[in-house]
């Protein structure tokens, strides 16, 4: 098991430097400019523009700049925002304790929904109730998360004014009103990923279960009550 586990981690690396490498790639041949308003600011001269692209490493080659940019990440070099005028790193820690209650939470109702639906669905194969789960499995597992996230902002966010439709990250909960509105602004983001995690959870518990049904214990067991 530790030799299977090793051998999958190995074959991630070049996995994980290709798929970089594409992403690299295509963002340095964008026409967009990293720079962003400062390279279009009139108050820079072209000589000022010119040195921050040098300082940057702008001006070198793509490979030069993509070993580069691996070495820094390496390093815990996560590279400045520009937009945010802050590192890297201070953004992925101010919002990491967010992504992690929501996803967390998200994750948790999907395995607590996707596990009785995907049972029963084995368990009456081929029956309207199979069938009805699975169409519905169909359609969360087929809708892209952004499409779902904004159909509910427009629903109970523009049109009914029930939720908010902007996350304040900045919440801190002291009480229990705080509480109730951190749960209130929870609501849509963690349906949105429940829709598309229990779709996905449900269809590998069917399949699961109804390859575990015909197997010989299970035929020995039935009799037996």
């Known amino acids: 098991m530790l030799g299977y586990a090793v051998k999958r981690l190995l ?4 996995t994980l430097l290709a798929i970089s490498a594409v992403i690299f790639l295509i963002l340095a041949l964008s026409p967009s400019n990293p720079l962003g308003d400062l390279a279009t ?5 072209p000589e000022v ?4 692209r040098r300082s940057l490493g702008l001006d070198q080659p793509i490979p030069i700049r993509y070993v580069k940019w691996t070495l820094a990440l390496l390093s ?5 925002s520009f937009a945010s005028r802050l ?3 201070d953004l992925i820690a101010q919002r990491l304790p967010t992504t992690l209650w929501i996803v967390g939470v998200a994750y948790g109702l999907s395995v607590a929904l996707a596990l009785p639906l995907g049972i029963v669905a ?3 194969r081929d029956s309207w109730v199979d069938r009805a789960i699975t169409t519905l499995a169909f359609m969360g597992f ?13 629903l109970f966010s523009v049109r009914l004014g029930w939720l908010p439709f902007i996350y304040d990250s900045t919440l801190i909960v002291q009480d229990a009103a705080s509480l109730g509105q951190l749960l209130k602004q929870s609501i849509m983001p963690v349906a949105v990923l429940v829709l598309f995690q229990t ?4 269809r590998f518990v069917r399949a699961a279960m109804l390859e575990e049904i015909s197997q010989n214990y299970v035929r020995t067991a039935q009799p037996r009550g």
């Open 87 to 89: 590192p890297v790193s």
């Open 49 to 52: 523009r010119e040195n921050i």
């Open 41 to 45: 600011n009139p108050a820079i001269t």
């Open 76 to 80: 815990g070099n996560l590279g400045y």
């Open 199 to 202: 779709a996905v959870l449900m």
């Open 122 to 124: 084995a368990l009456k």
């Open 142 to 154: 087929s809708t892209p998360t952004f499409f779902s996230g904004l159909l509910l902002i427009i």
């Open 11 to 14: 074959l991630a690396i070049p």
